[in-house]
């Protein structure tokens, strides 16, 4: 029987983040071999409806540690979920958790939650620079900007982008979306009404749940994402955090509370390594330029089968 029992829940679906829960399970067992559960529920996208059912019924089963994973909407209802019992909490990928409210700073939490910061939305305008280069830079280029209409803060994040558009002459066409179909109707406006010559996709795992979808939308866009997941399955760049680092890291607090730490003195770890990735079958296939600039920092990949 285990002594321990962790609840990993998530807002997203299983196939999509399977290799993220992998990453996370195998670092976990790789610290206790015996001796540990993993409850895991997902909540498909539908975070509003399910994520308060599966914590409460995570917190029934009496796990020891909560893993609110897939960003915001998880972090966001594990708080409210133990105001009042203190169940630790780690949280992953989390763009700004001090803002958030999750905790009082990265080096001491000081609440009952702990995890990772995400740098996802931070890096958006970097994002935007890199596409822009491809592009060219020309003055009043549009670009579209695809945001997920209910994430935490998205109006102080977009502001940064507008600015940063700004800054470098470009036009923004920006469509916030809460569903596959206004994904769908978006990219009928980027392609037809409202025509861009290239594609922000901002920084969320809403998207990232969708990527395939998105992905297949966007053929023949240069888009950048915010994880090197979007590239291996045919898009056609990314920048950011590796995920699959941040789910292990995740691992890690876990054990470290488990082990007795007390998750209000466990700093927030932030991501060791970004990377730009390109996909090379979809840079030249589709005739985009790369300058010589990002050919020697990128890591290049193909479509995975």
Not at 89 to 96: G, I, L, N, P, Q
Not at 205 to 220: C, D, E, H
Not at 234 to 239: A, I, L, R, V, Y
Not at 275 to 295: H, R
Request: charged residues 20%.
């Amino acid at each position: 029987m285990a002594s321990h029992k962790i609840g990993f829940f998530h807002n997203g679906t299983e196939e999509s983040f399977k290799p993220h829960f992998a990453a996370f399970e195998a670092r976990l067992l790789k610290k206790a071999a015996t001796g540990v559960e993993i409850l895991r529920r997902w909540a498909g996208d539908q975070a509003s409806k399910t994520l308060d059912d599966h914590i409460s019924d995570l917190l029934a089963e009496g796990v020891t540690v909560l893993v609110a994973a897939g960003g915001p909407p998880s972090a966001l209802a594990a708080k409210k979920a133990t105001e009042s019992n203190r169940k630790p909490v780690v949280f992953t990928s989390v763009a700004d958790p001090i803002r958030l409210g999750l905790v009082k700073s990265l080096a001491s939490p000081g609440t009952n939650m702990t995890g990772i910061a995400g740098l996802t939305s931070e890096l958006d305008v970097a994002r935007l620079r890199l596409l822009n280069e491809v592009l060219g830079g020309g003055e009043g280029t549009p670009i579209g900007v695809l945001n997920n209409a209910t994430r935490p803060l998205l109006e102080e994040q977009y502001k940064k982008i507008e600015v940063a558009a700004s800054r470098m002459k470009l036009t923004l066409v920006r469509k916030d979306v809460a569903s596959l179909g206004e994904i769908e109707a978006a990219f009928n406006a980027f392609k037809g009404g409202q025509p861009v010559a290239g594609l922000l996709v901002t920084a969320d795992s809403f998207f990232n749940n969708l990527r395939k979808k998105v992905v297949a939308l966007a053929a023949g866009m240069p888009a950048i994402y915010q994880w090197r997941e979007f590239p291996e399955v045919g898009g056609f760049m990314s920048f950011g955090p590796n995920i699959i680092e941040a789910y292990e890291q995740a691992a890690e607090h876990a054990w470290q509370i488990l082990e007795g730490k007390d998750p209000s003195q466990l700093p927030v770890a932030l991501p060791r390594r970004f990377e730009l990735v390109i996909n090379i079958d979809i840079a030249y296939g589709g005739g985009f330029d790369i300058p010589a600039s990002l050919l020697t920092v990128a890591e290049f990949v193909r479509t995975a089968n």
